[in-house]
Nanobody, 123 residues
Framework: QVQLVESGGGLVQAGGSLRLSCAAS????????MGWFRQAPEKEREFVAA???????YYADSVKGRFTISRDNAKNTVYLQMNSLKPEDTAVYYC?????????????????WGQGTQVTVSS
């Protein structure tokens, strides 16, 4: 089993920044994709960003140019740097992991999930 522990959520004003972290432990293996999803109240969980083990990145159109995903393979940790935050970014953010080379953007394709961390952006 893989365990994902998230941190870094909080309250920020519009235009501000936050950095989320997700540390993976357990049976992680060396090759995997890690992604970030978010879910606002009464909304579907949506894809935000993903990164492959080799460093390839993929972003949702809504966050391109504002968010940056990165990973430290030695620490089995993925980061999401969020800049120029908007009120519509407010959601619970979830870290996810899948043992694959191909990046998936559907939540159902990820096998492991963190507990979620709340990000609130005030206007």
């Amino acid at each position: 089993q893989v365990q994902l522990v998230e941190s870094g959520g909080g309250l920020v004003q519009a235009g501000g920044s936050l950095r989320l972290s997700c540390a993976a432990s357990g049976r992680t293996f060396s090759t995997y994709v890690m992604g970030w999803f978010r879910q606002a109240p009464e909304k579907e969980r949506e894809f935000v960003a993903a990164i492959t083990w080799s460093g390839g990145t993929y972003y949702a159109d809504s966050v391109k140019g504002r968010f940056t995903i990165s990973r430290d393979n030695a620490k089995n940790t993925v980061y999401l740097q969020m800049n120029s935050l908007k009120p519509e970014d407010t959601a619970v953010y979830y870290c996810a992991l899948d043992h694959t080379i191909v990046v998936f953007t559907a939540a159902r394709d990820y096998d492991y999930w963190g507990q979620g961390t709340q990000v609130t952006v005030s206007s």
